[in-house]
T-cell receptor
Framework: AQKITQTQPGMFVQEKEAVTLDCTYDTSDPSYGLFWYKQPSSGEMIFLIYQGSYDQQNATEGRYSLNFQKARKSANLVISASQLGDSAMYFCAMREEGGADGLTFGKGTHLIIQP | GAVVSQHPSWVICKSGTSVKIECRSLDFQATTMFWYRQFPKQSLMLMATSNEGSKATYEQGVEKDKFLINHASLTLSTLTVTSAHPEDSSFYIC??????????????FGEGSWLTVV
């Protein structure tokens, strides 16, 4: 079974609208961390936001917020007031405390912001 | 600025030759670094965990004799693709975790290296 599932291969969103990128995860480890990265066409991985499994509040970083629903095992990324520069691939990833330090990535969502 | 640097950004090599990619942590020591591979339009797949002063740990299905990893210092890990073939053409990217408490902003990625084998 996939550990990270991103069900939206691609999304088109109008500029200035909010957008939600879905991510569900699967783990039996009680301690884990969830990450969102943005990857533009240049290839670099840009860290956006992090949520720890024991964090009580949803993480926020500027225009990015993470809608963490632990019981549902979902960690959706919300981008408010989208901008043209937000067009990129977005990856959800997880690190399990009991596992190796490496991240397990979802397949990504290609977000295109339209003017 | 970048805290993990990868070099080269682009490399083209002939089939059968070897190519080395470097990953450096610039302002912190990283006892562990990670190497990922990403094929076009696909996700990042962890290849191996590079451990300073000891052997790398490879993920299932990754040939350790083909992808040689050396982590000789606390700031440098190298990935050598030996006897490269066109199917090894891919985007290779490393990451490093700043030791200490885990939080999202302490896992840093390099800029990535595009390898084309012709």
């Amino acid at each position: 079974a996939q550990k990270i599932t991103q069900t939206q291969p691609g999304m088109f969103v109008q500029e200035k609208e909010a957008v939600t990128l879905d991510c569900t995860y699967d783990t039996s480890d009680p301690s884990y961390g969830l990450f969102w990265y943005k990857q533009p066409s240049s290839g670099e991985m840009i860290f956006l936001i992090y949520q720890g499994s024991y964090d009580q509040q949803n993480a926020t970083e500027g225009r990015y917020s993470l809608n963490f629903q632990k019981a549902r095992k979902s960690a959706n990324l919300v981008i408010s007031a989208s901008q043209l520069g937000d067009s990129a691939m977005y990856f959800c990833a997880m690190r399990e405390e009991g596992g190796a330090d490496g991240l397990t990535f979802g397949k990504g969502t290609h977000l295109i912001i339209q003017p | 600025g970048a805290v993990v640097s990868q070099h080269p950004s682009w490399v083209i090599c002939k089939s059968g030759t070897s190519v080395k990619i470097e990953c450096r942590s610039l302002d912190f020591q990283a006892t562990t670094m990670f190497w990922y591979r990403q094929f076009p339009k696909q996700s990042l797949m962890l290849m191996a965990t590079s451990n300073e002063g000891s052997k790398a740990t490879y993920e299932q299905g990754v040939e350790k004799d083909k992808f040689l990893i050396n982590h000789a210092s606390l700031t440098l890990s190298t990935l050598t693709v030996t006897s490269a073939h066109p199917e090894d053409s891919s985007f290779y990217i490393c990451s490093a975790r700043r030791t200490g408490t885990l939080s999202g902003n302490t896992i840093y990625f390099g800029e990535g290296s595009w390898l084309t084998v012709v």
